[in-house]
C-alpha cells in the first residue's frame, strides 16, 4: 500500500508541476525564453526524477538522442512534453522498453517517444486533442489520469511552433 501511496502522490505532484508550467506559459506567451539545450541531457535528467516509476513497472528507457544535438526553444515547455510524454509512455508499459530518438527533415526536427505497450484505439486517437471529448484510459496497473496533460502539451508546443502527432 505505501508504494500505491507514492505512486499517487508522485502523479499528483506532477500534474500540479504541469499546470503551473503550463499556467505560467500562458501568462508569458508573449517573453518566451529561448535557450540552447542539449537534448540528451534534458531527457536524462527528467528521467533520473521518474526512475522509481520506470523501476515499479520493470521498464527500460533507452535515450538513444545524439548528445551533441542541441535544440533553441523554451525549457519548460520542451521539459513538461517530453515528461509527460515520457511518463505517458510508462503508464501504459510493463515489462517493457521507453525510448526517445530524433529524426531530422530539412529544417524540422522530430522527437519521437516510443514505447511496446498495448497501444492506443485507433478512434482514441482521433478525439486525443479535443477538449470537449478528453478521456483517460487506465494505465497498466490502473493508474489514473484526466486526459488534460496532453491537451496542455499540446497546447504548450504550439507557442514553440511545434506540433504533438500520436500514433499507434
Not at 500505491?4 to 505560467?24: F, G, N, P, V, Y
Not at 525564453?33 to 540528451?40: A, F, G, M, P
Request: aromatic residues 4%.
Amino acid at each position: 500500500v505505501s508504494s500505491r501511496i507514492k505512486s499517487t502522490l508522485r502523479l499528483a505532484e506532477s500534474l500540479l508541476r504541469d499546470l503551473l508550467q503550463w499556467a505560467s506559459a500562458q501568462q508569458e506567451s508573449s517573453t518566451l525564453k529561448l535557450e540552447n539545450i542539449l537534448l540528451k541531457e534534458l531527457v536524462d535528467k527528467l528521467v533520473v526524477d521518474s526512475k522509481h516509476e520506470f523501476a515499479d513497472k520493470s521498464n527500460e528507457f533507452i535515450n538513444a538522442i545524439h548528445p551533441d544535438l542541441t535544440v533553441t526553444t523554451e525549457v519548460n515547455i520542451i521539459s513538461f512534453v517530453l515528461r509527460n510524454l515520457v511518463l505517458n509512455a510508462n503508464k501504459f508499459t510493463e515489462k517493457g522498453t521507453v525510448k526517445v530518438v530524433t529524426s531530422s527533415n530539412q529544417n524540422e526536427l522530430f522527437i519521437n517517444v516510443m514505447d511496446t505497450g498495448a497501444g492506443i484505439d485507433p478512434v482514441r486517437v482521433q478525439r486525443m486533442f479535443d477538449w470537449k471529448n478528453r478521456q483517460s484510459t487506465e494505465g497498466t496497473r490502473g493508474e489514473k489520469g484526466s486526459g488534460l496533460a496532453l491537451l496542455l502539451a499540446n497546447d504548450l508546443l504550439r507557442k514553440v511552433h511545434g506540433r504533438l502527432q500520436v500514433s499507434s
